[in-house]
């Protein structure tokens, strides 16, 4: 139990998908300028991540792994991910209309986003169990959408300052993410040590 | 256009990191130290020119409808062909670059030039639009790693620096830093291009994927 409390607590603080391993920085500057844009992607980032690592975790151990297929995994894990996000696509709108609605348009941005198959990837790599993966999964969509949340309204006070010329527009998004960033980085060390 | 101008776009006019701002997230990743950054732009370089000319040889033959899956999937099967050859012939590297080596897959760089270029060009031009392109990223990784490792770490390939070693700072080669030097190196692109700096935003304008997504990215208003 202590051991999954500390996965999750890492993946949204010390390992923070967006500040401190870069994945996932497309959306990251792309939709953070609105409150309501932010949280829809980000709620969507966190369902494909559970969702891919619920189909991916399966497919590598017992279909890969034992089968010597293990170099397959790149191609296989795309191709599912972006099955998989269809599928959703549709059953989403047939069955929950008002979720689709709220989720829908960014569902097909997160196909080709690196934060997913890189929680996919990761989950593998760690060597993690089926629970682990998916409260990995879990902490690493909640890491993004504190990340999300927390950036645009870092983003909202920028609008309102005088920046010079040369470092409007992305420079000084940019320059807003480092002093985010930095400041996730006080959490090193902290959970480790919480339940030493 | 000719071959020249094809391959030199990717350098500096269209640079995919410094001016269309693509392909971030390996940017940020690979570049705290420059052999780092070297080995990732050579992987990217590889899988881009193999991808362009494929696909620039298929292009009649890929149906409309299906050709961003198919795209993916050739792209796929390059990343496994190089990292299959990094993990067998540079292991330190493969170490090095970890995750960011098969996440060449969702680099918006090679899908990008698939889609823009490659799909409408011949063979040998999208060769060349490739090489430009991927030296161009190379290029931009390299100048924001050289940075970072020097001033960050206080060494140039490995090897101390005799003053910087003793005063580097240390937060240029962490996470911060990455985004902190970034911003920097695109202001002064901005302040130092010749032509006046279009309002340049993170957004769909310069994005490859736009048409993939439906804008899905922009907001609203971008997307109606």
Known sequence: ?196 | MNTLQNFSKGLVKENPVLVLVLGTCPTLATSTSISNALGMGLAATVVLLCSNVVISALRKVIPDKVRIPCYIVLIAGFVTMVQMLVKAFAPALDAALGIYLPLIVVNCIILGRAEMFANKNKVFDSAVDALGMGAGFTLALSLMAFIREVFGNGTFFGMPIPVLSDNHISILTMAPGGFFVFGLLIAAVNKFSAHKPKKQDFGCAGCPSAEICGKAGCGKEAAE
């Open chain 1, 1 to 196: 139990m202590t051991k999954l409390i500390i996965i999750l607590l890492s993946a949204v603080f010390i390992n923070n998908y967006v500040l401190s391993r870069f994945l996932g920085i497309c959306p990251f500057l792309g939709v953070s300028k609105k409150l309501d844009s932010a949280t829809g992607m980000s709620l969507a980032v966190i369902f494909v991540m559970l969702m891919a690592s619920a189909a991916t975790y399966p497919i590598q151990v017992y279909l890969l792994a034992p089968n010597g297929l293990g170099y397959l995994q790149t191609i296989v894990f795309i191709l599912v991910i972006a099955a998989l996000v269809q599928l959703v696509e549709i059953v989403l709108k047939r069955y929950i209309p008002s979720l689709h609605k709220s989720l829908g348009v960014y569902l097909p941005l997160i196909t080709t986003n690196c934060a997913v198959l890189g929680v996919t990837i990761l989950n593998i790599d760690e060597g993690y169990t089926f629970l682990e993966a998916m409260v990995n999964s879990l902490g690493s969509g909640l890491g993004f959408f504190l990340a999300m949340v927390m950036f645009s309204g870092v983003r909202s006070a920028i609008e309102a300052a005088d920046v010079p010329k040369s470092f409007r527009g992305l420079p000084i998004t940019l320059v807003a993410a480092a002093i985010t960033s930095l400041s996730f980085l006080g959490f090193g060390g902290v959970i480790e040590n919480l339940f030493a």
